[in-house]
């Protein structure tokens, strides 16, 4: 699940939180990065688990019913697609996710009053009244799912406050990498008493990024449940947290080099900023270079466009409209200069 893009995002979020707010050995930023990879993976299974919650809360109310005084035939004799549903019945099984709820500090059943309104929003859904009236197959139980999840859960506001009392990333500086539109570039303390005064006055306003560590998790989940119609096995379709164990010595080299040698690989793009003044390069648009430059320059066995493609995609989301053009063609000499280096 956690592939280089993710990894590349949130090194450049913590290396810029790094440089801007507080000093810190090299060892304590590589850990951050580290538990912030670790928690979008757990995001994802947390996510996945609430799937068979919602099942098994589902079966004790059925059964609950059943023995109640006055039951109607109804109570006695319940529709039991949803309480058998092939998805529940995968997630229960598998070992991914019962490894992470054994070790999880909190689980969905915790909150049984957010998990009852959710039960009977599902219940009260057009895609539970689709999915009662549709053939019963694995694919009309993933395609129900994907549903309740995109349009239900995912967009209720008592799972985000969850999810915020329950994440210690949310509020953490070194996770957060807000982008501000403005003529000039202020610094970052004058940023912080603008943003503070606007949160005293109530007037602060902010739109999350989808590449915060709960977006990216929402959008594996659905990817796992469609895929989970074309697969067989109680942890087919759920991804392990690396698809390959070198990406995490490629998340921690690269966080490592970028603060180690920084001053020395800016100091190395000031002979490919023509016409400009290395001082009035945008923070963010440097950092990006040097990320990028120590693919080029130390890890040969990513080729350069690719490298260069990834940080054009990361300045559209973190920097401002022009400069992933700029950072594009210091990037292009900057690689075709090592290749001519390499070839010598």
């Not at 549903?147 to 985000?160: G, M, S, T």
């Not at 210690?168 to 303390?189: A, R, S, V």
């Not at 210091?330 to 070839?343: C, H, I, P, W």
């Amino acid at each position: 699940m956690i592939n280089r893009t993710i990894i590349r995002t949130r090194a450049l979020q913590i290396a810029y939180a790094y440089q801007h707010r507080e000093m810190a050995p090299i060892r304590a930023i590589v850990e951050a990065l580290e538990l912030s990879l670790k928690e979008t993976y757990e995001f994802y299974l947390h996510f996945l688990g609430l799937l068979s919650d919602l099942t098994d809360l589902h079966c004790e109310l059925l059964e609950a019913r059943k023995h109640k005084h006055l039951a109607t035939k109804e109570d006695k004799n319940p529709d039991m697609r949803l309480a058998n549903n092939s998805l529940a019945v995968r997630m229960r099984q598998s070992p991914i996710l019962q490894e992470y709820a054994s070790s999880a500090v909190v689980n969905w059943r915790s909150n049984d009053s957010l998990l009852r309104r959710l039960l009977n929003k599902l219940l009260a859904s057009d895609a539970y009244r689709n999915y009662l009236s549709a053939e019963p197959s694995i694919e009309a139980d993933t395609t129900f799912w994907a549903e309740v999840y995109r349009d239900l859960i995912f967009c209720d506001e008592d799972v985000a406050e969850e999810l915020e009392a329950y994440s210690p990333f949310w509020d953490n500086p070194l996770q957060i990498t807000e982008k501000y539109g403005c003529e000039e570039m202020p610094d970052i303390e004058t940023i912080d008493e603008a943003v503070e005064e606007l949160k005293a006055q109530g007037n602060y306003r902010y739109v999350r990024a989808d590449t915060v560590p709960v977006e990216i998790a929402k959008d594996f989940v659905l990817k796992t449940i469609r895929k989970m119609k074309d697969n067989e096995g109680p942890d087919s379709g759920i991804s392990p947290m690396y698809k390959d164990p070198s990406d995490r010595q490629f998340a921690i080299d690269l966080i490592s080099l970028t603060i180690e040698n920084g001053q020395d690989y800016r100091q190395k793009l000031q002979s490919y900023l023509i016409n400009w003044d290395g001082e009035r390069v945008a923070d963010i648009d440097m950092l990006i270079m040097q990320m990028a430059m120590v693919e080029i320059s130390e890890m040969d066995e990513i080729p350069a466009h690719i490298s260069i493609n990834e940080y054009i995609e990361l300045a559209k989301s973190y920097s401002t409209p022009k400069s992933y053009a700029f950072i594009n063609g210091v990037l292009d000499k900057l690689a075709q200069q090592m290749a001519k280096k390499k070839s010598r």
